[in-house]
Each structure stands twice: as structure tokens, then as C-alpha cells.
């Protein structure tokens, strides 16, 4: 098993990366890290690759071509060059971390635009659907959402999904439904189809993205960006109206106190749905978790690190795009 | 007060807009409709102007051009017409009725591209926040958002809101986020709400759009259709979660019937929290409810349409552009 390099420095709450660390531990007591932190605070249990450069939320992201002392580049340049590193996980400054993945891990042969995928929940149990890209490429062209579709049905296929069901987000589901992107990627999704490439299942409506009918969906990043906070969004909305609802009625109240072991569960909806979106079309797998994210979320994206590290996913994308020509 | 008139032929179920029609009616006994339908079905306790061609759902928008005698139509020449007529209420296709209002009623002078706006519930009772364009134009230009933001003002203080509140959907609060489109839209914005024409409060992410913290929120037609129907097929999936929490204890079940009452309310949240979208730029209204509307989303489309024919909305946005050069 190899080893998850850790951002200590990234993110809004720090101090709850070692309690994650150690819950994703008693899930999987194989796991093992690299910690880049801050040598005097970090003890000796883990391996400490000594860092205090935190790369701040409000940066841009091209300081870490010059900040090379900085946690990120540190962990980038570790996952590129050590041989026992597999993964690397960072809270931090999403522009930054996806910066420092692509230009000192590097892209898989043949990538154009690595992607930014979270997956999230659907009202089928057991299911859950990958969104490609959800922020990492603002302005896209229709040959990057090809690849996303390669590359995401690449992914799900090493989580056991067989013929993973792709779809490209639209405003309908009619073929000639969309902007001049989506237009011209229907085309191209369609051909990719046709060749064997991918299982295209043609538009989706975003009101279906979380029905469980689809495995992958396809999308340009601002897009992306805008289905992924819209959920997160109208989730913390209902819930706190649900909350309202239980105070309007003696009744309700009560009903809300005998329900609410159960709807707590439901909390875990919201942004911990996500936890870690991996960062797919580097070489070797980059995990991004959420700036605010809670225990649960950041154990989720330790384990979303620790399977793709494991998987053969850069080796898959590189022979999918292989025979893409 | 000038006559709604109602495409009897549009949507899912046309039996459920007389019904909307009489509960409206016990809400604002002064409401008077024209119906545009088949006059042996409908009676003659309204005007009825007769059509039987009803412009399916899978049809090209560009058909009301020559299917002259669909309802879509007609209600368009109608409301462009006739002096009584004050604003135009259908389910049926909404890019057959967006094209006829248009191209038969026509935009105010100075408009660029008309837009489509549906108001969502926040976080804060009592304030609704407008979409502004949530579909109508798919690639839209700086320009076309510009005017959006002083459209979408001008509807808000037709409601009361003196100062709304305007924000850009973008992928990140900071001034320089987004792809081409925002980017070069947030400084027309700026430079917009410099001049006094608007009260621009930056760049909102998508999470954020229903805080209550924003009155009017602009984007292009393709986002906003996504912003709406994620927000859409978020509610539709967390009350089933929240459905099936229920089942999930006998204490979590008796609670759910208890708290069955004032849970329900929250039934309304979803598509029928939106009931009718407003099409803002043509010279008089034209009101789109949700091809399969509940009855309580016709009822508040009906409202919508009311509101608008008794705002000077055209008046005051032909103003406002003016202002703008």
C-alpha cells in the first residue's frame, strides 16, 4: 500500500485533519501517511516533510510555481518523485492545488485538460453519480468534454461499474437542445459512442443529476461549479426548513424529536455528500477536499485518495485516449 | 384591471388550469380572463377565442411563425392587440411561447434579448430572490447580462424591493473569478452600478442563491436553467430522503406522522415554488408556467401575470435604458 501525502497547512480547520486521519484509521488500519506540516507540531507517529508556507485561500493560483517551500508544491513534488507516495489530499487553495497537480505531478500522456470530479448521493442507495468537470477549466472546448467522458467512464469502471452510463448536462433532453458547447459536444459524445468509447446516453436535464440514472456527467467547470453549490446550497436550505417546520406545531415539535436520530443522518447530505473530488488526468491521483469540510468529509476524501491510489486509473485514462484517434 | 389570457391548449394536464383559474378567483375576485381554446369544451362564462392547435412540446420553437392559429399565437396577436389585454399566462412550450412574445408582442424599445425569470423562496421570509435569464437566450454576451441586471432591478421595485440587491452567478465571490463571460460581465456591472444604474453587489456563488442576501441574480440563460432545476431536483431528492427516514424506526415514524402537517407545507418548495416564470423585455407580459404546474403553481402563475399587468414594468425598463448610454 502506498503512502497518502497529507496538506497539514490547507484549509479553514486544520486541527481536523489528524482526527480524520485517525477515524480513516480504524476504517482501514493499512493505511499509512506523509504529513507536510509544520515539523514541531506534528510529533513522530507519521513520516513530517517539515512546511509553514500555507498557500492562503484569496492567492492565485500560480504562486505555486514560485512558492516552492509552500505545503502544496512540497507535496507535489513528493508525489511526482518518491516511489512510496500514491496519493496526495489537501483542503486547501483549490486553484493552487490543482495548479501545482498539473504542472509538477504532470498530465497522463495524451490529456488535454485534467478535470476536478466529486461525486454525489442519488435516490438510488448505492449509487452515486461523478460530475466531470466541476472547476477545474472555465472555458472549454467540446474535445476536453470528450475526454471528460473517457476519462470519468475510466474511473467508474475501476469502482466496478461495468458500462458506466454517461450523460452531457443540457437545459433538454432533445438532441439539438443547448449553448454552441453543448451542441457541438453532443455530436462528438455521440461519436465517441458510436466507436465503442464510451456508453453516451445522450442529455440530461440537471433535475435528473442525482436521479441514479446516470454514473457520469459531463459538463464544462463553471458548470459544474454551479450543479455542485446548487445542490449543496438547496440541500442546507430544505434542512433548515425541515428544522423550521418541527417548531410550528406542539405536534410537529414533537414528531421532530422522535424523527430526529434518523434526519440527522441526513445531514450528511450537504457538503460531506462529496467529501473529496479527485482530480483526474495527472499521473498520479489528487484529492481535494472542501475548504470548510467536516471529519466525515475529510475520512472520505482519505479514502477516496487511498482507492485511487490503488486503482490503475492513469494507466486506464492513457490507453482509453490511446485508441481515441 | 385588464384580462389575463390563458392558453387552455398548453402543458401536461389542461384540466388543471379552470381549476387554477377559480381558486385564483377566490384570491382576487377582479380577475378577468380571456381563454384561448376549443369553445365547445369551455363554456361562455369567459371570452373564449377559439383554437384546437395546441404546438406540442417536441416541436421547434419557430413553428408559432407560421402555425398562426395555435393558441400560442393567437394569445400572442391578442395580447399585442387588444387594448383589454394585459398579460399572456401558458404551460405549453416555452420556446414556442418565448419566440411568439417576441416576434408577435415584441420587445420594448432599447431591449437586446428578452429573458426569462422565475422568483425562488430564501432563507428569509418574505424575500424572493429573481433569476434573471433562467433559459430564454442560451449564448449570451456581456451586453445582454448588463441589461438583464437593470431589467430584473426594475421588476424588483415594481414588488416594493427599493434598492435590489444584484449579484453575478460566478464560481467564487473574488472579483476577478469565472470564465470569459463573467469576467467581462462583472466589469460592465461594476461599471453599471458606478454610474447609479444598478445596485451591484459583486459575484455570488451558487450555494448562496437562496440566503435571501441577494433580490436579483444574473447569468446566462443556460446557467439559470441549470441554477433552477438543480434546486429543483435537490428538493425532489432530500424530501424522499426525508420520506424514507421515516420509515426507517417506528419512533422516526410516529414522529413523521406527527409532524406529517406542517412537513407537507414544504411539498410547495420544489417546482411549484417557482408556479410562473416572468418574461421580462416584451412590451406587455408573458407569463411561463411548468409544462406538468401543480394547480398551486397555476394559481401563482395567474398571480404573476396579474402583478405584471398592473406593474408599468415596460414603461420603466424603456426608461432605464435610456439612462444607459
Not at 92 to 98: E, F, M, S
Not at 180 to 198: D, M, N, S, V, Y
Request: proline share 3%; charged share 25%.
Amino acid at each position: 500500500m502506498k503512502k497518502i501525502l497529507i496538506d497539514m497547512l490547507g484549509g479553514d480547520y486544520p486541527e481536523r485533519i489528524l482526527e480524520a486521519m485517525d477515524k480513516a484509521l480504524k476504517i482501514d488500519p493499512t493505511l499509512e501517511f506523509i504529513l507536510v506540516g509544520d515539523k514541531e507540531k506534528l510529533g513522530n507517529r507519521w513520516e513530517v516533510i517539515h512546511s509553514t508556507d500555507s498557500i492562503g485561500s484569496d492567492e492565485a493560483p500560480t504562486v505555486v510555481r514560485t512558492r516552492k517551500e509552500s505545503s502544496i508544491s512540497i507535496a507535489a513534488y513528493a508525489l511526482r518523485d518518491r516511489e512510496d507516495c500514491g496519493a496526495f489530499v489537501s483542503a486547501g487553495n483549490t486553484g493552487a492545488v490543482l495548479t501545482a497537480a498539473t504542472l509538477i505531478v504532470g498530465r497522463i500522456p495524451g490529456v488535454l485538460r485534467p478535470a476536478l470530479c466529486p461525486s454525489l448521493p442519488t435516490l438510488v442507495e448505492g449509487v452515486r453519480v461523478m460530475i466531470i468537470d466541476a472547476g477545474a477549466n472555465m472555458d472549454s472546448k467540446p474535445e476536453y468534454l470528450v475526454q471528460f467522458a473517457i476519462m470519468g467512464s475510466e474511473q467508474m469502471k475501476t469502482k466496478g461499474v461495468e458500462s458506466p452510463r454517461v450523460a452531457l448536462v443540457n437545459v433538454g433532453t432533445e438532441d439539438n437542445k443547448g449553448n454552441e458547447l453543448t451542441a457541438a459536444t453532443f455530436i462528438q459524445l455521440k461519436q465517441a459512442h458510436e466507436a465503442g468509447k464510451i456508453n453516451f446516453v445522450g442529455n440530461m436535464e440537471a433535475n435528473e443529476m442525482m436521479s441514479g440514472k446516470y454514473d457520469v456527467i459531463v459538463c464544462d467547470g463553471f458548470v459544474g461549479n454551479i450543479l455542485l453549490k446548487t445542490a449543496e446550497g438547496s440541500f442546507r436550505m430544505l434542512m433548515s426548513k425541515v428544522k423550521g417546520a418541527f417548531r410550528k406545531s406542539i405536534f410537529a415539535m414533537i414528531g421532530g424529536l422522535m424523527s430526529k436520530r434518523q434526519l440527522m443522518k441526513l445531514r450528511a447530505l450537504g457538503s460531506s455528500a462529496v467529501g473529496g473530488s479527485i482530480f483526474i488526468g495527472t499521473k498520479k491521483p489528487v484529492v481535494k477536499a472542501h475548504g470548510s469540510a467536516s471529519v466525515t468529509a475529510l475520512v472520505n476524501a482519505i479514502l477516496v485518495a487511498r482507492d485511487a491510489a490503488r486503482s490503475d486509473l492513469a494507466t486506464r485514462i492513457e490507453k482509453a485516449l490511446e485508441n481515441k484517434g
